[in-house]
């Protein structure tokens, strides 16, 4: 995965920031406060494996916007679809942004969301059958922005604590990243067996915490911090190809 002479062997994961739109919600023509975004939940489904070399293009349009009602949040839903240098679609990404005190617009009633919601997944079912903790690091979001997301919720402690947070927070799409890395490793790293993940975010992680995702046999996980034992994903599912 790091050695140009031993691969490249690229990440699944990486399809979630390959030609990243940037912080496009943070702009004032999009009407959102910029403080009140969160990344509510995420998916990712492969078509074909990731390019090793050459250009990709990505195009990202909103399918749904939910008005939970005012005082109450709204959601954003987006669709981005990922192509090679020949055009095919090799990725798709699927994402909720949760917009605090954001309803009351006029938008589609929750309850009556404009695409029908997935089959929900296969809860977690007794102990786990792998638990996989890997560390992040105290400077792990500088470290993310360097893939284009530049929301300061994530590198300003100023900007963090208008939004209420103590410091700035990981980014949903790198605490997905660590996730991915430890279901591939449940996967004894066989990149071409993984073939979609998707979570809800329910916490944030702080950088520098360790993230312990705990993963079942049905496709089932969850992700939270060892240090505060505090949820950090549910929801989880991800699927393979072939089989499982």
Not at 55 to 61: D, E, I, N, Y
Request: proline content about 11%; overall charge negative.
């Amino acid at each position: 995965f790091v050695d140009p002479l031993a691969g490249p062997v690229p990440m699944p994961s990486m399809a979630l920031v390959l030609a990243h739109p940037g912080f496009w919600l943070g702009h004032p023509d999009s009407g959102v406060d910029p403080l009140a975004v969160l990344h509510g939940g995420q998916s990712l489904i492969l078509f074909a494996p990731i390019p090793v070399d050459g250009k990709v293009a990505s195009s990202t349009r909103i399918t749904g916007l939910i008005d939970k009602g005012p005082g109450k949040a709204a959601l954003i839903i987006t669709q981005t679809e990922l192509v090679d240098a020949a055009g095919a679609c090799f990725a798709r990404l699927d994402r909720t942004t949760f917009i605090r005190n954001g309803g009351g617009f006029g938008g589609d009633d929750a309850a009556s969301p404009p695409v029908p919601p997935p089959l929900p997944p296969p809860a977690p079912d007794g102990e786990p059958d792998g638990v996989i903790d890997l560390p992040t690091l105290p400077q792990q979001a500088l470290y993310y922005r360097l893939n284009g997301d530049l929301n300061p919720l994530h590198s300003d402690p100023q900007v963090a604590a208008k939004a209420g947070f103590d410091q700035p927070i990981l980014h949903g799409l790198c605490i997905m990243g660590v996730i991915t890395h430890a279901l591939l490793r449940q996967l004894d790293y066989r990149t071409d067996r993984l073939q979609s993940v998707s979570l809800r975010f329910a916490a944030p992680v702080m950088p520098g915490e360790t993230i312990r995702t705990e993963i079942w046999a049905n496709g089932a996980f969850r992700a939270r911090v060892a240090e505060r034992g505090t949820v950090v994903a549910d929801q989880g599912y991800f699927t393979t190809f072939g089989y499982g």
